[in-house]
T-cell receptor, first 112, second 114 residues
């Protein structure tokens, strides 16, 4: 499949370990955030979202943390599996249904 | 249930030409959005259609246009292609507009402009 980003920052994690992927967002007024997963040759897939009135939200094996003070978002993946290998990127809503800024992402490589 | 399908998957064009990309949404989804994805810019919103009407438009020149048919299938057209239009064009469908947690993306059309 095609590569979306050939020069993305890469995080290599041993299978079974936890992964932490970070994202710095730009607009202090952003009130809604999304994490996406994009596997090679596929479109992005919604993973988890969080609103600005929350600091933490948990899903299945994933946790998103929001630090509004430093405009930082992180995605934690527990017990990383080979199927988690993908590019992960965040999106912030800057106001309005379609006013999103999408990050370019981090490539996660899971080592067997 | 079949996912979002996009055709063609790969396309090579030369500068000045025009191109039409097609998207078939998930059955029952009436909202279709289009995005451009490049390594340097990430994902950028192009436009969104619902019930054959363009509801929202991103910050792209008028060379980029689209339409939606009564069966919710959508096409986007880029006229007078430029080298910078080389990108992965993604289509996403959802039951209703603006529902990002119910939005599903297709695999994209990789457009290369020479």
């Amino acid at each position: 499949g095609e590569s979306v980003g050939l020069h993305l920052p890469t995080l290599s994690v041993q299978e079974g370990d936890n992964s932490i992927i970070n994202c710095a967002y730009s607009n202090s007024a952003s009130d809604y955030f999304i994490w996406y997963k994009q596997e090679s040759g596929k479109g992005p897939q919604f993973i988890i979202d969080i609103r600005s009135n929350m600091d933490k939200r948990q899903g299945q094996r994933v946790t998103v943390l929001l630090n509004k003070t430093v405009k930082h978002l992180s995605l934690q993946i527990a017990a990383t599996q080979p199927g988690d290998s993908a590019v992960y990127f965040c999106a912030e809503n800057t106001g309005g249904t379609y006013k999103y800024i999408f990050g370019t992402g981090t490539r996660l490589k899971v080592l067997a | 249930k079949a996912g979002v399908t996009q055709t063609p998957r790969y396309l090579i064009k030369t500068r000045g030409q025009q191109v039409t990309l097609s998207c078939s949404p998930i059955s029952g989804h009436r909202s279709v959005s289009w995005y451009q994805q490049t390594p340097g810019q990430g994902l950028q919103f192009l436009f969104e259609y619902f019930s054959e009407t363009q509801r929202n438009k991103g910050n792209f020149p008028g060379r980029f246009s689209g339409r939606q048919f009564s069966n919710s299938r959508s096409e986007m057209n880029v006229s007078t292609l430029e080298l910078g239009d080389s990108a992965l064009y993604l289509c996403a469908s959802s039951p209703r507009p603006g529902n990002h947690n119910e939005q599903f993306f297709g695999p994209g059309t990789r457009l290369t402009v020479l």
